[in-house]
């Protein structure tokens, strides 16, 4: 569950995504093969962060007043 912030009409215009200019010229600096393999490795995290995503919003194993818990917490 994300904070309630990220799901504000218009959140993502005002706050875009960016690459630091001193990540980009890392990036940029590194070999073809390199760059692939940091590509798969991104890949594998965002991949493994949405799995978790998943798990952590299944209702069915969290009881209504932890769900709750965690709804107000995250206002």
Do not use: H, W, Y
């Not at 890392?26 to 998943?54: C, F, K, S, Y």
């Amino acid at each position: 569950m994300l904070p309630t912030r990220f799901g504000a009409r218009g959140f993502f215009e005002k706050n875009l995504p960016a690459v630091a200019d001193a990540e980009s010229s890392i990036i940029m600096n590194m070999g073809p093969a390199a760059r692939e393999t940091q590509l798969v490795r991104d890949t594998a995290a965002v991949i493994r962060l949405l799995e978790t995503a998943l798990v952590l919003n299944d209702e069915k194993g969290c009881s209504a007043a932890k769900l709750e818990k965690l709804k107000a917490r995250n206002e």
